[in-house]
């Protein structure tokens, strides 16, 4: 039912868009109308060398995601469970985290070139965040009789991180992780379009920019882009609520 209201609203959304330029309210050549797009759009999907771009704009995103989870979550844990190194970390972690990723487009440049490599680590530093504080907020609200309980039957230093820890904060990192998968895909797609990676969708839509301006072109390379982004929030949002049906806080964020 859910996806029948959503499939609607996109639908009232596209009439309205067409209406509106077919009426000359907007110029179609800034602003094609979407029978326009959705053509271009199946020509796209037909292209191997589009089909190319997604692939690059994908393994990309998902190599960022596994690297930012795998970062995040140790380090969550570690910061989370030693208060005194959450201390001595906090002014560098707060400066640190407001730094837009676009922002270090230049110095990224500079240290490991334009290709892949740039976007990776970019969408890495954006994605790290969301995982790395849902996890530390996980470890400050778990019950102190829980530890306790746990520690007096002998249970210390790893086991009890692994035991107690880690399950009590796998629903707050993986709504973190869903938060970072649309944060690292925006990331990909920017970084791919204002520092011209070799391939991507965001060079695509840049050069689709160029020269004679094919707008209809960018639009439906922006709505690939969307719809990636649905399927990949949808998706985690399902997985999500079967891994985690036991828990209010998957529940609250779905």
């Known amino acids: 039912m859910r ?3 959503s499939l609607v609203g996109l639908g009232v959304f596209f009439a309205l868009w067409e209406i509106i330029v077919r009426a000359d309210v907007v110029r179609a050549v800034f602003l094609p109308p979407p029978s326009t797009v959705f053509a271009r759009l199946g020509d796209l999907l037909g292209s191997v060398e589009f089909l190319r771009d997604v692939q690059a704009s994908l393994l990309a995103w998902l190599i960022a995601l596994l690297i930012a989870t795998g970062v995040a979550v140790p380090a969550g844990l570690l910061l989370g469970s030693i208060p005194g190194l959450r201390s001595a970390t906090r002014v560098l972690v707060e400066f640190l985290r407001p730094i837009p990723s676009v922002a270090l487009i230049p110095p990224v440049l500079i ?10 680590t970019l969408a890495v530093y954006a994605a790290v965040w969301p995982i790395l504080f849902n996890t530390m907020y996980a470890l400050s609200e778990i019950d102190p009789l829980l530890r306790d309980t746990a520690k007096s039957f002998g249970t210390k230093g790893l086991r009890l991180a692994t035991s107690v820890s880690l399950p009590h904060a796998a629903p707050f990192v993986f709504t973190g992780l869903r938060m970072s998968a649309a944060i690292s895909l925006i990331v990909v797609i920017s970084t791919e379009y204002l520092a011209g990676a070799t391939r991507g969708v965001g060079r695509f839509i ?6 004679a301006g094919r707008m209809d072109l960018v639009l439906a390379g922006t709505l690939v882009v969307g719809a ?5 929030n949808e998706g ?4 999500g609520g079967r891994l985690f049906r036991w828990s209010t806080v998957e529940q609250g964020a779905a």
């Open 111 to 120: 240290m490991v070139g334009a290709g892949s490599a740039a976007k990776i």
């Open 3 to 5: 996806v029948i209201r």
């Open 236 to 239: 985690l949002e399902r997985l």
């Open 206 to 211: 840049l050069e689709a920019t160029e020269g």
């Open 228 to 232: 990636i982004g649905y399927l990949i």
